[in-house]
Structures are given as structure tokens and as C-alpha cells.
């Protein structure tokens, strides 16, 4: 085993023991993958005030999100597929973030179900991301399921009513079921410790689907469906439908642009996400990181602002933060430690981003996460 010293050597054996098709899934964006490579990229941008001589004991990277305790302001962000990087991979990521002390967020288009992951987890709070389908009785029940596997909070997407092409899985053939390529079969037959775990467990499919649909009973028939089901005509109304239905509370992913921030605010949700999806929907979209700060400036004091995308290390966590975002997001760097590692992975992957976090944070003059602002930040490398 090579020593793990940050989330790159996570992403490199991820890589390795993977295979092709589900790696490149979660390591991918749409079409020429600008905004992709934006989100990470537009990170290193922004550089650091170094301060010293200033006391840097007692440090404390603690916070809240939506008015939960975080042992650091990351949460697990919801990834379909999960359940394809390690056999029971929502499970395992959960249960690392439980661990931790930071939301584990299971999405709607996860391999292990809702309840799965409330029975693996010992019941343990944990958030619901959903996805708006056209058969909105589905859709009802699928939120009670959310509420009596104790979800303590929904994440609503907005941003995917039609789906992004991306062309790595086009190309690998990745579709419901898969429909993979001989190269990508025989690619598959080498990972012999992922396959061994495949073959240990009973979760194949889609879980929060799969017998929950009339008609929809295997990966065959789920197939049909899902590619009729997202929902084009997704509107403000069914925010306000699905708010009321939930009762609990409510987080909006996808936001990019301030006339939508403030429709966010106006819709009565308690955070919105600046997110494009991690690259996935529209390329040629600004990455997240530079989108956050007019979101900030325009609502940042009538609703929670939390900002996915891009993040690869606990000082990519610190410079969100400076730009006002009360949480943060992991998605690909949770990932790469599931496929590289399963459960132990992942906590490799939080203990890396929580070390880098405190150190970043005590050089920059900072012994409270919550005192970190935009001073941390070396004026005119930083985007307004």
C-alpha cells in the first residue's frame, strides 16, 4: 500500500482499481470538459495570506450547516453510481461520515436505497437528494421514504430536468443497465478486488427505484423509464410543491446565476448550493468558486450559501469559506477514496481535507473556522 498523502494519490489507485467505465463516470464532465477542469482549477488560483506569530492553539475547525453540528463545514455530496466505485459504496461513505461527524447526502439515483443506508447506519440522520421525475406519484413516496428513514434534511436539484452529454460514457457505453464495450469488459475483469465485492453483495441496481415503480422491476425495464422520467418542465411551483410535501428542511443544488439565487431566497428554502454539477451539465458554465461571490453578496443575508464543486483539499474548503460559503461539498474526492480504499477510503479522504483545513487555517492567523473571512485571501487573486 503507498503512503496517502493527499486526495491525488486517493484519485490515482481510485483509478487503478476501478474499472474504466465507473471511474471515468465519476471522473468526467460534458462535452469538452471546460468547466470541468474550471472548478479545480480556478481553486489554485487564489492565494493565501500568511500570518505569524499569532497563538495558534486551541484550533477548532467546527461549524453548523443548516443549523447542524459539522465537525468541519464538509458535507458528502450526493453521487449516483456510488454503489459502482465499491460494492455498498453508499453505505460505506455514510458510515465514514457518521464517524467523522459531517452529512453524508445519499442521491436519488444510488445503488443501496434509502433504507438500506437508515438500516446500515443504525438509523443515523443522514440527507436526501432528490431528483424531480414526471411520475410524481413516485416522487411523493419517495420523499415519505425520506422521512421515515429519519433524513434530516432534502437536497433538491434543479439543475439536471435534461441531462449533459458527456462523452466518456458514450463511449464506454454506460447506460441503465450498462451496455459496456469489449475493451471495457476485459477492463473490468482485471479488478479482481472489485469484483470479489460485487460479488458479495446483492446491490446491483438502483435501489430507490428498482420495485418502487410499477412496471420497473429489473434494470431492463428501468432503463425505458429513466429516459422518459427527468423532468423538462420543472418549475418554481414545484419547489414550492415539494417544500410543503417534505415539511422538513430544504437545500436547492444547482444555483449558479443571482436572478436564481434570489428566486432561492424568495422560495423559502433554507440553503441554496452554488453548484454546476460538478462540471456535468452545461460546459462553458464559470466554475463554483467564481460564481460564489455575487451569489454571497446578493443573498448571502437572507439565506445559507454552500458551494459544490472543484474541491480536492481542505485549503480549496478554507478559501469557500473566505468567500462566504457556510458549507462545502466533496463529491470526486470522497469518491477516489471509496474506489481506492472502500469505507477506510473514505476517512482517509475526510482526514486528509480536516488536516490540511486546521493547518491552513492556524497559518493564515485563523484558530476558529468561523472567524475565516475574505482577509485570509491575497487581495486581487480572488475572483468579486
Known amino acids: 500500500m503507498p503512503v496517502i498523502t493527499h486526495i491525488e494519490d486517493l484519485r490515482v489507485l481510485a483509478q487503478k482499481r476501478v ?14 470538459e471546460s468547466t470541468y477542469r474550471a472548478n479545480s482549477e480556478d481553486f489554485q488560483k487564489i492565494k493565501l495570506r500568511q500570518r505569524v506569530a499569532i497563538n495558534m492553539e486551541n484550533r477548532s475547525t467546527a461549524s453548523t450547516m443548516i443549523g447542524q453540528k459539522v465537525t468541519m463545514p464538509v458535507a458528502i ?10 460494492a455498498d459504496g453508499e453505505i460505506k461513505a455514510a458510515n465514514a461520515a457518521k464517524k467523522f461527524g459531517i452529512p453524508f447526502t445519499l442521491s436519488t439515483m444510488s445503488i443501496c436505497s434509502i433504507e438500506d443506508v437508515a438500516q446500515e447506519t443504525g438509523g443515523h440522520p443522514f440527507w436526501f437528494q432528490l431528483y424531480v421525475m414526471k411520475d410524481r406519484d413516485y416522487i411523493e413516496r419517495l420523499i415519505d421514504r425520506a422521512k421515515a428513514a429519519n433524513c434530516s434534511a432534502l437536497v433538491l436539484t434543479l439543475d439536471l430536468q435534461i441531462i449533459g452529454q458527456r462523452h466518456k460514457d458514450l463511449i464506454n457505453g454506460l447506460s441503465a443497465p450498462p451496455k459496456p464495450t469489449l475493451t471495457n469488459i476485459v477492463n473490468m475483469a482485471t479488478k479482481l478486488r472489485w469484483g470479489l465485492g ?28 429513466t429516459s422518459k422520467q427527468f423532468d423538462p418542465a420543472l418549475s418554481w411551483n414545484d419547489v414550492e410543491w415539494i417544500k ?20 432561492a431566497v424568495n422560495s423559502g428554502a433554507d440553503a441554496l448550493i452554488v453548484s454546476n454539477h460538478g462540471g456535468r451539465q452545461l460546459d462553458g458554465a464559470p466554475s463554483s468558486i467564481s460564481a460564489l461571490p455575487a451569489i454571497v453578496d446578493a443573498v448571502g443575508s437572507q439565506i445559507e450559501v454552500h458551494m459544490d464543486g472543484g474541491i480536492r483539499s481542505g485549503q480549496d474548503v478554507l478559501k469557500a469559506r473566505a468567500l ?3 458549507g462545502t ?9 471509496l474506489g481506492a480504499m472502500g469505507e477506510a477510503g473514505v476517512t482517509k479522504a475526510l482526514e486528509i481535507i480536516h488536516k490540511e483545513l486546521d493547518l491552513t487555517m492556524a497559518f493564515c492567523g485563523h484558530t476558529q473556522i468561523d472567524t475565516v473571512d475574505k482577509r485570509v485571501l491575497l487581495p486581487g487573486t480572488y475572483p468579486q
Open 324 to 326: 462566504g460559503a457556510r
Open 198 to 225: 460485487m460479488l458479495g453483495t446483492k446491490r446491483h441496481g438502483f435501489g430507490n427505484i428498482v420495485g418502487h415503480v410499477k412496471g420497473v422491476e429489473n434494470m431492463g425495464s428501468l432503463s425505458e423509464w
Open 329 to 337: 461539498y466533496i463529491g470526486r474526492a470522497f469518491l477516489y477514496g
Open 244 to 263: 410543503n410535501r417534505w415539511g422538513g428542511k430544504l437545500i436547492l443544488k444547482g444555483i449558479q446565476d443571482v436572478e436564481d439565487a434570489h428566486l
Open 77 to 86: 455530496a450526493p453521487t449516483g453510481l456510488t454503489g459502482m466505485q465499491c
Open 19 to 32: 474499472p474504466r467505465m465507473f471511474y471515468q463516470y465519476a471522473d468526467s464532465g460534458s462535452w469538452t
